[in-house]
DNA sequence: ATATACATGTCGAGG
DNA sequence: CCTCGACGTGTATAT
């Protein structure tokens, strides 16, 4: 990896095409041919290019091209502070834990937590118009399909299982089928939407619950 | 900024939980309390911290906390290959070019790519269920919703003009009110979306119409 | 501060 | 290979 820190002009061009006027940026070149600026501010890089790509440098000119995508960054170095190459290690890969399928799993195997007496029949059930998180029957016997969302819940989240629903009764000709949005908070345009479109909203923060009580427990709550 | 590159294990916390082995990286901590760490692949930092955060360091462990979001990221360092302060200067902002904005101001100017006799009443009309890009009336007089993607449109932005056409009808009260979604490419979904719930989809990659010719040449095509 | 939509989104799973 | 939805999405903009 290579580390430069300089000021310098930066030009993208490709989906888009962007300029960046003169300043002082951190500039990472990367053995898989990634390259990465970072202005002052920001958590993401304020212009990057994936890899593989040829770097060309000439001069005071940096320019990195990707022929899979026609995409070119080009770097005008005006002054360097720093510029050291390290020879790095690195075989560890980055682990997960606690994502949207585990919500699933868990909400699976304690579906009374959405609503009494509402029973799972499958899970990720696929329809042509996308996968339903959760397909089940209420107390009532009535198909009910649930929507799942780790975070607050927006208006596109009741479009998509309102499409499911359509599909739902278009292929099962099935008496009345509900709707149901799961989430810990929901968006005011999604009340709206769920009004309007008779989709029910179930505040429900699965994450606090299981932080709260053990995996296990989930079905201590009701 | 700081710049330093270390052998070392992370381990974040928050909305989820991640856990990466030791190894070589590049972490950058920003005066605005960001935090990126990049490691030996990608463009984009393997981990990051949005600021503002508090750094705390004790010997060997970095622990960068953010109130905000209950979040944190605990860098163990193993050994130091680097690390050095920058005093940095950027005052530039990135200026962009063939945003969705700038594809709307595009649009309003030459309506007629399109539709013959298109005429933009407004640009990003302001309804409850969000803004409509372009609020349009036909050749025939009647209200034209146009909602405008850069990229491929998927079933979403569908939904989206749909949502906007269904609200333009309970507010205004309009004989017909026509739906359109604008962009260079449909996905089948997309499609069928727009056919069941009568919404046109119109084929029109403006960022390559404003490639091939200067941009202030739109008004050529028909 | 909150709410909303964009993004060079990027990424991974499923058919 | 394509199609799709999730993402620790992050980030800017408008209310």
């Known amino acids: 990896v290579r580390v430069l820190v300089c000021r310098c002009s930066i030009g993208y061009a490709g989906r888009l095409t962007t300029r960046l006027a003169s300043g002082d940026r951190v500039v990472l070149f990367k053995e898989d041919g990634s390259v990465a600026v970072h202005a002052l501010k920001g958590a993401k890089p304020i212009n990057y290019m994936a890899g593989p790509t040829s770097v060309r440098e000439d001069d005071d000119v940096i320019r990195i091209y990707r022929p899979a995508s026609d995409e070119t960054l080009t770097i005008v170095v005006e002054h360097v502070h720093h510029d050291q190459r390290h020879g790095l290690v690195d075989s560890a890969v980055l682990e997960r834990e606690g994502q949207e399928r585990e919500l699933h799993e868990h909400l699976a195997r304690a579906p009374h937590l959405i609503e009494a007496g509402l029973a799972v029949v499958e899970r990720e059930r696929l329809t042509d118009v996308g996968p339903v998180d959760l397909w089940c029957r209420d107390a009532a016997g009535r198909v009910t399909l649930v929507e799942v969302k ?65 995996p296990d427990d989930l079905t201590l709550f009701a």
Do not use: H, K, T, W
């Open 150 to 214: 780790r975070v607050r819940a927006v208006a596109a989240a009741v479009d998509q299982v309102v499409r499911y629903r359509e599909q739902a009764l278009r292929n099962e000709s099935l008496g009345g089928v509900r709707a149901l949005v799961v989430a810990p908070d929901f968006a005011p345009q999604a009340r709206v939407m769920a009004a309007a479109r008779d989709v029910e909203c179930i505040v429900l923060d699965v994450p606090r619950l299981l932080a709260e009580a053990g």
